[in-house]
């Protein structure tokens, strides 16, 4: 059980975040503000494994077919590096994708090729969740129409032709921005309850959950385009099932009141 008596940890936060959650959820005591940094907490960590996975989804994704699609006739294509420009064959980054290859290829000092080179898989698994976002950013009107539904086969746009489309391209990318955006949120700590979410800042908790849940579809159905068992999965993990009852206003309203949610049975 937590310990809510103590909101010591209160003196260690900065005035600005506190304010913040003082002032928007309308809270009178240190203790209660304590605990809802704690519940809020506790949200971020039901999320962040969750945002995790569709980050792992993505990345293997854009490898798995980047890198059959560069990888020369007869090789075998899984441990293709396909973002190195030293290959023959590869995709042409942009300057700004280049330079963060070359930190994980080259000696920060030297600028000469680590030895050894650093595997395929390091270097994708290396590669942020940001670079991967805008990937998309950067493909152009005769390769996105034949890489994205290679990656996504599940997206709503069935037609690849589709994806030569500028506008098409841009709003794919805002979806995938938006996702990296709120797994930044997350892994910062920031309140999950009071952002602006497609245009709508909250001006009430119940609003700011309302957001809160729509955003965490709207990154989950990145999932769903990729492979809609795996997206199944995620909502059907217990971390989601323990996200829908934190994010709930009768959870807020009683971890206030006791410093625990409904159920706690569920999270010891």
């Not at 270097?123 to 940001?130: H, P």
């Not at 841009?170 to 938006?178: A, N």
């Amino acid at each position: 059980m937590l310990d809510t008596s103590n909101d010591h940890l209160t003196h260690f936060l900065a005035p600005a975040r506190i304010a913040g959650y003082r002032g928007f959820l309308n809270l009178k005591t240190s203790a209660q503000v304590y605990r809802a940094y704690a519940w809020n907490y506790a949200l971020s960590a039901m999320v962040f494994p969750i945002l995790g996975c569709v980050e792992m989804l993505l990345r293997d994704a854009i490898h798995h077919v980047m890198s059959r699609r560069y990888a020369p006739t007869g090789t075998k294509h899984h441990g293709y590096p396909w973002y190195d420009d030293r290959q023959a064959q590869h995709y042409p980054f942009s300057k700004q994708a280049k330079m963060a290859i070359d930190g994980i290829l080259l000696d920060k000092k030297t600028l000469a090729r680590k030895r050894p080179t650093p595997t395929t898989d390091d270097v994708i698994a290396s590669l942020t969740f940001g670079f991967w976002t805008n990937f998309f950013r950067t493909l152009s009107p005769v390769d996105a129409p034949e890489v994205v539904p290679k990656i996504f086969p599940f997206h709503p746009i069935q037609n690849p032709k589709k994806w030569g489309s500028p506008v098409n391209r841009h709003e794919l990318g805002s979806h995938l921005q938006m996702a990296n955006m709120f797994r930044n949120r997350v892994a910062h700590h920031e309140p999950l309850f009071k952002f602006s979410y497609q245009g709508a800042y909250p001006k009430k908790l119940s609003d700011g959950l309302s957001n809160l849940r729509n955003c965490m579809d709207y990154c989950l159905s990145i999932s769903d385009w990729i492979n809609e068992r795996a997206g199944l999965a995620l909502r059907e993990s217990n971390w989601f099932k323990h996200f829908e009852v934190l994010s709930r206003l009768d959870c807020f309203d009683q971890w206030i009141r006791s410093g625990q949610p409904p159920a706690y049975r569920y999270f010891v």
